[in-house]
């Protein structure tokens, strides 16, 4: 860390390193897995520090939601944007739930039944990569599920479908598989020893099941505090009024892939993402681009006196990466708006079962960048 960010860390507050399943947060924030996931505690500290009760708080990299959810719950209104597709789907599914167990039940009920109705895929159109993680049966029903919630705008059920779809528990829909990243367990866990876990699993009671365990803290949200969600990169991002505060977590630079990582889930969204690379896609110099097309299209929105709270990943480094995005971050965000004050800096360390990635170039810090527009 250089000698400026350094001279005012201050260690994260004890409780960020405590458990996310605290009753106190809405089951939604456990809706579905997103890598690189904020946690409930540290989004509702920050919201609750650095903003008030109705300000408009944008998020413009809102991943799974977390910000955005934590702000309307704190009575603060909201923006999120975000280019990854699963991305949105799930940050507006968690905006958007049914305000009671009951209307969502009524909900599920409802699509199953018109899904139903849909005709029937011809299979052997499907990528091979996709058709390896399920029974023939459950694909079909899963792909006219998700039909059904995509023509319906039903992102709520869409996104508990895309929770239950891949894992190795009786409650979920492939075969044996991981969950946050999509890998098949069939080694682990061969047919002939296994036969249980290859056989058809229907869509209707998990999705009743998953919807239980959304509701168990309640899920009413104020929809009034939503101003807008969308599929859109920070490169485009257009705004007609001043934002309050910024609270955001970039892309962790060189260490996530959103799209590979999420490739099932995404393949259901948009069946045309068939190709994945296996690189990462958060390079350095992508990164940078990023940064840039943050000072120049999201700052410019935050209202004098407001607060920029940036949760940045530190990377593991590597021989071409010499510094430490925070770092990076921070000279050209300055560079661009030299009145910005540095208000505070917060040292986290993320715990082992946080991280998708235990080893290599895997996040093992976070900086928490308190940044106030003079
Ligand atoms: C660290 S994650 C955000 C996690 C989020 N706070 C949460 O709790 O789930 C960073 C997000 O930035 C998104 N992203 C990457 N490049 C982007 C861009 N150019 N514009 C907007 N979002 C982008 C990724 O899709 C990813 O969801």
Known sequence: MSPRLSSVAQRAPREWGGSAQNIDYSALHQLAPYIGKLKPVIARQLLREFTSSGDIVLDCFSGSGTIPLEAVMLGRRTLAFDTNPYAVALTRAKLEAPLSLEAANEQLTQRICDSQKRSQYDLRKIPLWVRKFFHPRTLQNAIRFADECIEKDDQFL??????????????????PSSHLV??????????????????????????????????????????????????????????????????????????????????????????????????????????????AAFASNALKYLRKGGYCVLVVGETVLRKRIKTHPAERMLAKLTSEYPKLKVERVIRDTIPDVRRSRKTGAATKRELVLVLKKG
Request: proline share 7%.
């Open 158 to 175: 869409l996104a508990c479908l895309l929770s239950i779809l891949h894992h190795q528990r009786p409650g979920f829909l492939s075969y």
């Open 182 to 291: 999509p890998y098949l367990r069939d080694r682990k866990f061969p047919k002939v020893q296994y036969p249980e876990m290859y056989v058809e699993r229907e869509l209707a009671p998990r999705l009743a099941a998953k919807l239980v365990r959304t509701y168990k803290y309640g899920g009413a949200i104020n929809r009034s505090s939503v101003l807008e969600v969308a599929r859109t990169g920070v490169a485009d991002l257009k705004l007609d009024f001043e934002v309050d505060a910024i609270v955001t977590s970039p892309p962790y630079m060189n260490a996530l892939d959103y799209v590979r990582d999420n490739r099932l889930r995404m393949w259901f969204l948009d069946r045309s993402t068939v190709d994945y690379s296996p690189e990462p896609t958060e390079r350095q110099i992508q990164s940078d681009a990023i940064t």
